[in-house]
T-cell receptor
Framework: QKEVEQDPGPLSVPEGAIVSLNCTYS??????FMWYRQYSRKGPELLMY????GNKEDGRFTAQVDKSSKYISLFIRDSQPSDSATYLC????????????????FGKGTKLSVKP | ETGVTQTPRHLVMGMTNKKSLKCEQH?????MYWYKQSAKKPLELMFV???????ENNSVPSRFSPECPNSSHLFLHLHTLQPEDSALYLC???????????????FGPGTRLTVL
């Protein structure tokens, strides 16, 4: 079983739709959960991060973490054509002081297309 | 220049060539990373550098050799690569501080490498 599973899509929705993107994971030690957005021919950019379980909202974006089910979600409300990108989930167990990165594990990414 | 820059953006090389990828971060961060992004595969962490230490993934072949002369610059030296090494190589940087639980990574645009 892979550590992080993410449906690669592609996912196509009409403008204004609510989008749900999901990842499941197997490592119960994961505590830090992130969503990155990657536009074509660009590097990933951090969209949202969450520590442990719960919800976090930022404008049209809501991140949810359910540690009991080992399941994380990103919701996009009122989706726009500018949201068309690949969305990557990422997670890790620890952050070490001094910049030494613990294992940040990424999903494969879900390609989203929002049609006008 | 702002953020994280990478050069070249595209590189085509033969299996016997030696080339280097360059990354520069203008964010004052203390950690830098190399990732490999292949089609339909998750982002793979290759190397991490911080002021204190270098963290190396043991599964990275020796034909990839990182160099970090200072906290702003990171190189990836390539020699005798294989066609399966063709991928997008992403550089990232971050600033870790004690007591904070996030270590946001900022990515460059990547170098698209093709090995013939």
């Amino acid at each position: 079983q892979k550590e992080v599973e993410q449906d690669p899509g592609p996912l196509s929705v009409p403008e204004g739709a609510i989008v749900s993107l999901n990842c499941t994971y197997s490592n119960s030690a994961f505590q830090y959960f992130m969503w990155y957005r990657q536009y074509s021919r660009k590097g990933p950019e951090l969209l949202m991060y969450t520590y442990s379980s719960g919800n976090k909202e930022d404008g049209r974006f809501t991140a949810q973490v359910d540690k009991s089910s080992k399941y994380i979600s990103l919701f996009i409300r009122d989706s726009q054509p500018s949201d068309s990108a690949t969305y990557l989930c990422a997670m890790s167990a620890t952050w070490n002081y001094g910049g030494s990165q613990g294992n940040l594990i990424f999903g494969k990414g879900t390609k989203l297309s929002v049609k006008p | 220049e702002t953020g994280v820059t990478q050069t070249p953006r595209h590189l085509v090389m033969g299996m016997t060539n030696k080339k280097s990828l360059k990354c520069e971060q203008h964010l004052g961060h203390n950690a830098m990373y190399w990732y490999k992004q292949s089609a339909k595969k998750p982002l793979e962490l290759m190397f991490v550098y911080s002021l204190e230490e270098r963290v190396e993934n043991n599964s990275v072949p020796s034909r990839f050799s990182p160099e970090c002369p200072n906290s702003s610059h990171l190189f990836l030296h390539l020699h005798t690569l294989q066609p399966e090494d063709s991928a997008l190589y992403l550089c990232a940087s971050s600033q870790a501080r004690a007591g904070e639980y996030t270590d946001t990574q900022y990515f460059g645009p990547g170098t698209r490498l093709t090995v013939l």
